[in-house]
C-alpha cells in the first residue's frame, strides 16, 4: 500500500462549495471549487487544512481520499 503524499486527495468543504488538493509530480495542486486549478506549496495547504481539523471555522470539514497511484 503506498502512503505517500501522492496517494491522497483532500477536499476542504463548505454548505455550497468544495475544494481539492493533491500532489503531483511538480507539487501540490488545488482545484478550485469552480474547477480552476493553482499551484500550491505545501505550506499553503497546510494554512487551509489547519483551521478546518481545529474546529476554528464553523461548517467547515475536511474528508481526505486514499487512492494507489498507477505506475
Known amino acids: 500500500m503506498d502512503l505517500t503524499n501522492r496517494s491522497y486527495v483532500i477536499f476542504i468543504k463548505t454548505k455550497s ?5 493533491y500532489r503531483d509530480e511538480d507539487g501540490w495542486v488545488k482545484v478550485s471549487a469552480r474547477g480552476r486549478t493553482f499551484r500550491a506549496t ?3 495547504v497546510l494554512n487551509h487544512v489547519l483551521p478546518a481539523l481545529a474546529g476554528v471555522k464553523p461548517h467547515l470539514t475536511i474528508e481526505v481520499e486514499h487512492h494507489d497511484p498507477a505506475r
Open 17 to 21: 462549495s468544495t475544494e481539492r488538493y
Open 42 to 44: 505545501a505550506e499553503q
